[in-house]
């Protein structure tokens, strides 16, 4: 049983198949404007799917076809980027960014309380969870794990007094008061198993912060209005502010281009 901290990783997102890059370059067309101007696989999927909407040519021709004219000149609204950039503001602006709904993320986050799984799951339209079970991974101290892991809350300090608290009237900081429990469900769960109560109800006594794994899925859009109503100041709890921000940096890092979108929101 120790304290943890949040760790949270991309292990994978959009990219174009083999396939329809193949056919970028040696189909019809003979340019590919992927590689002419350093497109992002996300940039590309998202450039189909919107002049899908709009265009008669078909989704495999538009990249081919139309790429040149947006990733290979300036912004025609006078903003930053290329006129790609210039079609995706547009997009999000409108509210029409369901086709942003193709480019999706695959994050592994790991040393996350329980408490913010409940509020990370209550956002469920364009995620997906698979979350480390309390059922199957025992968290007694002899166990695999050596206990069940927790996270602190940023405002439990030791700055923070307790007075005159138990039988003793001992003056007791909040750090301390939080580990304490944490020990005492611990020794609770270690004792239910030594009694014979099987992992899956023994697990009823562990706390709201004790830590969890998981992998999440979840689309570009799906990720902006998390972050819309998870980011600093918008009263969220400052562990799930610390997640929002680093779902951004993960996203941002492979496809830059939707950093202006994460500003936005």
């Not at 509210?95 to 956002?123: D, K, M, N, P």
């Not at 918008?234 to 500003?263: K, Y």
């Amino acid at each position: 049983m120790a304290e943890t901290k949040m760790n949270v990783q991309l292990i994978a997102h959009t990219q174009l198949s083999g396939k329809f890059i193949h056919s970028l370059d040696y189909g019809e067309f003979a340019e590919n404007p992927l590689d002419d101007h350093d497109v992002t696989d996300g940039q590309a999927v998202a450039l189909t799917a919107i002049r899908t909407c709009y265009s008669a040519n078909k989704p495999t021709e538009i990249v081919a076809k139309e790429g040149t004219k947006y990733f290979g000149s300036k912004a025609s609204d006078g903003g930053v980027g290329t006129d790609a950039d210039r079609l995706f503001r547009h997009i999000v602006r409108s509210g029409h960014s369901s086709t942003l709904e193709h480019i999706s993320f695959t994050f592994a986050i790991e040393g996350v309380s329980r408490a913010l799984l409940a509020q990370l799951t209550r956002h469920r339209a364009g995620f997906s969870f698979s979350v480390q079970s309390q059922r199957y991974v025992r968290m007694g101290s002899d166990d695999k794990s050596g206990g069940f892991d927790y996270v602190v809350p940023e405002k439990v300090t030791s700055d923070k007094i307790a007075f005159e608290c138990g039988d003793y009237g001992l003056d007791l900081s909040a750090d301390y008061i939080f580990e304490d429990a944490m020990e005492f469900a611990q020794k609770a769960y270690d004792r239910l198993r030594k009694a014979g109560v099987p992992a899956e109800d023994a697990r009823a006594v562990l706390p709201n912060a004790a830590a969890t794994n998981l992998v999440m899925t979840a689309n570009l859009t799906a990720l902006l209005s998390f972050y819309s109503k998870r980011k600093k100041g918008r009263g969220a709890q400052a562990e799930i502010t610390e997640l929002a921000e680093a779902l951004r940096r993960e996203v941002v890092d492979v496809e830059p281009w939707t950093d202006q979108f994460f500003e936005e929101v």
